[in-house]
């Protein structure tokens, strides 16, 4: 085989007879091969019949070529394939008759070349289209997850006592996942945790409603039975009634030692005693904001002990799935819970965080949120390893 064709990436001639997009990929020399060797199988099988003609016959080798080849070499396969039909023809036909013969192929040939040209040009084209949306939909994507990031606190909390840490992955780009802690006062933090029901760009925005609203409600009254109201009325005004936000929001004075919470569907959180190692449940008191025009909950409460430990999580980490569609689960992660008490809040959460992604392989079918907050009262610390 000539060099040219032995090394077709280098063979800059034999590139330039082929379409760009053709070129680009795959073999340079194959394209052209193909259509050559169907032209010459059309012009020994027109050479041995005599009965009839078979030029028409050279549509299949010329269709093959408007696919592969560009526009000019294309048509001058045209001339080609009529000259292989002329010469050393064994049919005799009279001039005026060739000649018609001839360009009425000619003139076949050229629109079958033609409308298949076209068609292509219409289809890369509109593959350029679709290209140039999606990059430019990645980019407003990417601008959104950026302003979505800004709704996510930045930097430690500094109350004596409570060592915090929480991170939020998106499934999508943007997620529909959204968490936030923030004093009260010197001895009191506010800790909230939501995620709205669905994925991808519509969860997303009416997250960043909730996380605004949340972010206004901070300068208003800090009682969170009349909070948990006011949102549920502002998302139940925006939201399309199909979609609604599950979210937990807690109080931890360490001053009194004691967590307040109220859960609105949310997944429920776990509060594990350092003394026992035993571990409960935060449960839901009441259904997911945004439902219905009105929201009756209740407040619930619990004591804190020096070493205890909170864990808010959302749906995406006991919900992972392994090759086997096995999920995650809650046993699984209070297991981690446990094994991580002699932990830092910040070692837990990445622990938790790559016990799911190793157990789904770190494909996460929904947005993943975490927060731990570890309670260090009476100087109580993390052990040294």
């Not at 999508?172 to 029901?197: E, K, L, W």
């Amino acid at each position: 085989m000539p060099a040219e064709l032995r090394d077709p990436r280098k063979s800059v001639p034999l590139l330039r007879l082929l379409r760009k997009d053709v070129a680009s990929s795959g073999p340079a020399w194959l394209p052209l091969l193909l259509v050559l060797g169907a032209i010459g199988a059309v012009a020994y099988a027109d050479h041995l019949v005599v009965s009839i003609s078979l030029i028409y016959l050279y549509i299949l080798p010329l269709s093959v070529g408007a696919i592969f080849l560009r526009k000019g070499i294309s048509y001058s396969l045209i001339v080609i394939c009529i000259l292989f039909h002329n010469f050393d023809s064994p049919r005799h036909a009279s001039l005026g008759l060739g000649l018609f013969h001839d360009l009425s192929a000619l003139l076949c040939f050229a629109f079958v070349v033609y409308v298949i040209q076209r068609y292509i040009e219409q289809r890369e084209a509109l593959a350029k289209t679709v290209q140039r949306q999606r990059d430019d939909l990645l980019q407003d994507v990417d601008l959104a997850a950026q302003v979505q990031r800004l709704f996510l606190p930045v930097g430690k909390p500094a109350i004596a006592g409570l060592e915090i840490a929480g991170m939020m992955q998106p499934a999508r780009g943007v997620g529909g996942d959204f968490y936030d802690y923030a004093p009260i006062n010197a001895h009191t933090m506010q800790m909230v945790i939501a995620d709205v029901s669905g994925k991808g760009v519509p969860a997303a925005l009416l997250m960043s409603a909730t996380a605004a609203a949340m972010r206004l409600e901070a300068n208003h009254d800090r009682n969170m039975l009349e909070l948990v109201g006011r949102l549920n009325t502002e998302i139940h005004s925006v939201s399309d009634g199909e979609r609604y936000v599950t979210l937990l929001i807690a109080e931890i004075d360490t001053n009194k030692r004691i967590i307040h919470y109220v859960n609105c569907g949310h997944n429920p959180a776990l509060l594990l005693r350092a003394s026992t190692g035993m571990l409960s449940l935060m449960n839901s008191s009441c259904l997911p904001i945004g439902l219905s025009p009105e929201e009756i909950c209740e407040l619930a409460s619990a004591d804190l002990m020096a070493g205890d430990m909170v864990v808010f999580y959302t749906d995406g980490v006991t919900e992972a799935e392994n090759q086997l569609g096995e999920e995650f689960g809650l046993e699984r992660l209070s297991a981690i819970v446990r094994r991580g008490s002699s932990l830092s809040a910040e070692d837990l959460m990445v622990d938790i965080y790559n016990s799911a992604a190793d157990f789904c392989g770190d494909n996460f079918n929904d947005d993943v949120t975490i927060l731990v907050v570890k309670c260090n009262f009476d100087g109580f610390s993390t052990p040294s390893s």
